[in-house]
């Protein structure tokens, strides 16, 4: 199976808002709204952002919201600042049983 | 505290074998999916495998299918993973990654990670 569809970089300055597509098929993110979403920062582990699409796990920053239109999901960062510069992923679930990941943003707050 | 301490990672000659563990306390394990994600070096990351809280159910990535194995023992809060017919792209780091679900089928949200285990295949 191939990864999900993200772009390798997005870049906003200060303050902006920025929004990180993540492309499936009919077999994987169309099917199902169990799409996730998750930051890493050089060298650390992984730590969920987005569940459910849109739901956002207890102390993540309301400045992240997440949505889903067909095969596309979406992660929106909303006053970007310079903590939010990281690695992001999504992923989901698919009708082979996998999850499947997405090939990973590279978010650079300039 | 929760926490999820992985180990077991060493460098194996390719077709070698190897098994990691995954301890995990500070939670009611039994009640969780687990699974394995990997990062091969400078890469993004990789779903391996995944079990339901009771074991009953397990999940793998084609591209492990049929040379890895996930397992459970609920008794004393440990998740393995035995690796066989090791290849030089199965190199990587392996988190242990707790589910927000009991089962992947029902919904997946990894919430937890332990700081990983690096497994290197080569010759």
């Known amino acids: 199976q191939s990864a999900l569809t993200q772009p390798a970089s997005v870049s906003g300055s200060p303050g902006q808002s920025i929004t990180i597509s993540c492309t499936g098929t009919n077999s994987d993110l169309g099917a199902y709204n169990y799409v996730s979403w998750y930051q890493q920062h050089p060298g650390k582990a992984p730590k969920l952002m987005i569940y459910d699409v849109r739901v956002r796990p207890s102390g993540v920053s309301n400045r992240f919201s997440g949505s889903k239109s067909g095969n596309t999901a979406s992660l929106t960062i909303s006053g970007l600042q310079p903590e939010d510069e990281a690695d992001y992923y999504c992923t989901s679930y698919t009708s082979r049983n996998t999850v499947l990941f997405g090939g990973g943003t590279k978010v650079t707050v300039v | 505290e929760m926490q999820v301490i992985e180990s077991g990672g060493d460098l194996v000659r390719p077709g070698g074998s190897l098994r990691l563990t995954c301890k995990v306390s500070g939670f009611d394990f039994s009640s969780y999916a687990m699974s394995w994600v990997r990062q091969a070096p400078g890469k993004g990351l990789e779903w391996v495998s995944g079990i339901s809280g009771s074991g009953g159910a397990t999940y793998n990535a084609d591209s492990v299918k049929g040379r890895f194995i996930v397992s459970r023992d609920n008794s004393k809060n440990t998740l393995h993973l035995q690796m066989n017919g090791l290849r030089v792209e199965d190199t990587a780091v392996y988190y242990c990654?707790?589910?927000?679900?009991?089962?992947?089928?029902?919904?997946?949200?990894?919430?937890?990670w332990g700081q990983g285990t690096m497994v290197t295949v080569s010759s």
């Open positions: 990654a707790k589910d927000f679900f009991f089962n992947l089928a029902t919904g997946n949200a990894f919430d937890m």
